[in-house]
C-alpha cells in the first residue's frame, strides 16, 4: 500500500480537532491542528458545513470561526429509498438520423 491510502482524511482531521478543541477555531489554526494546507482544510470545512456537522461564526473582521455542531445535527449519514424506474413517457426516444 502506498503511504496515501494510510492516511487519514482530511475532513476527519477537521472534524476530529474541532470536536477536541470544544471551542472555536479559524482556519489557521485548524491548518496547523492538522498539518494540512489550505486548500485540503477549506474543502473539508465546506463539506462538513454542507452537512449540518460544523457551523462558522463570522466576527466583525471578516473572519470565520467554526465549531463543532451536537453529532445529532449530522445528515452526512441517510438513508434512501429503493430506486423506482420512471413512469413511461420521462425518456425522449431517439431520433433516427
Known amino acids: 500500500m ?5 492516511e487519514q482524511a482530511t475532513t476527519s ?5 474541532l470536536r477536541a478543541a470544544d471551542d472555536f477555531m ?4 485548524l491548518e496547523k491542528a492538522t498539518g494540512r494546507k489550505s486548500g485540503p482544510v477549506a474543502g473539508a470545512l ?3 458545513h ?5 457551523d462558522v461564526v463570522i466576527d466583525e473582521n471578516g473572519k470565520g470561526w467554526w465549531f ?6 449530522d445528515t452526512r449519514q441517510h438513508t434512501v429509498e ?4 420512471y413512469p413511461t ?3 425522449r426516444k431517439r431520433r433516427k438520423q
Open 2 to 6: 502506498s503511504k496515501a491510502l494510510n
Open 46 to 48: 465546506h463539506s462538513l
Open 13 to 17: 482531521l477537521v472534524l476530529e480537532a
Open 82 to 85: 429503493e430506486h423506482k424506474p
Open 89 to 91: 413517457g420521462f425518456h
Open 68 to 73: 463543532a455542531l451536537p453529532p445529532e445535527s
Open 50 to 54: 454542507k452537512y449540518r456537522v460544523i
Open 26 to 29: 479559524d482556519r489557521k489554526m
